[in-house]
């Protein structure tokens, strides 16, 4: 099974309006880090955001957030007032403490950031 | 503006030829590790080395590929030979502990 899932393949926003990319994540670890990278077309991956299992709060990095939903193991990204140089692929990644701290990356989401 | 850096960037080779890819992890990071990205198979871990040690390499064809760090401030993986279905993009990250991982460039490996 998969441990990682993202179901979109590719999503469209329109510049300036928010959008939400889905992670879900199956692990039967009490403590675990969840993770938000991007990678534009030119490669490089570029941390986002991060989110420990026991954090109370949902995390934030500027535009970007995290909201966590435990019981549904579901940590979607929101990137608020998109912009053109947020198109980019978006993956979704899982930490699990009973292993060696290794990151489980999904499949990924295109974001397409229309004028 | 410490980065992970990686070299070669591009390398093209032919099937049967040996390939090393470097990797300078950032000053002070601890954690390094090596991933391979496909379209296929998305992104993978194939080794992971904690102050130098190998922790775990079990994503790693153990036939063709090794991993190394000979000092702190470089780590390798080496495929030999190499292959057409290793074609794909490497990359190296680096951190200090387990909530970080920063990835280097990445280095594109075509084998003809």
């Known amino acids: 099974a998969q441990k990682i899932t993202q179901t979109q393949p590719g999503m469209f926003v329109q510049e300036k309006e928010a959008v939400t990319l889905d992670c879900t994540y199956d692990t039967s670890d009490q403590s675990y880090g969840l993770f938000w990278y991007k990678q534009p077309s030119s490669g490089e991956m570029i941390f986002l955001i991060y989110q420990g299992s026991y954090d109370e709060q949902n995390a934030t990095e500027g535009r970007y957030s995290l909201n966590f939903q435990k019981a549904r193991k579901s940590a979607n990204l929101v990137i608020s007032a998109s912009q053109l140089g947020d198109s980019a692929m978006y993956f979704c990644a899982m930490r699990e403490n009973s292993g060696y701290s290794t990151l489980t990356f999904g499949k990924g989401t295109m974001l397409l950031v229309s004028p | 503006d410490a980065r992970v850096t990686q070299t070669p960037r591009d390398k093209v080779t032919e099937m049967g030829q040996e390939v090393t890819m470097r990797c300078q992890p950032i000053?002070?990071?601890?954690?390094v590790f090596w991933y391979r990205q496909t379209m296929m198979q998305g992104l993978e871990l194939l080794a992971y080395f904690r102050n130098r040690a190998p922790l775990d390499d079990s994503g790693m064809p153990k036939d063709r590929f090794s991993a190394e760090m000979p000092d702190a401030t470089l780590a390798t993986l080496k495929i030999q030979p190499s292959e057409p279905r290793d074609s794909a993009v490497y990359f190296c990250?680096?951190?200090?502990?387990?909530?970080?991982?920063?990835f280097g460039p990445g280095t594109r490996l075509t084998v003809l």
């Open positions: 000053l002070g990071h601890n954690t």
């Open positions: 990250a680096s951190g200090r502990g387990i909530n970080e991982q920063f």
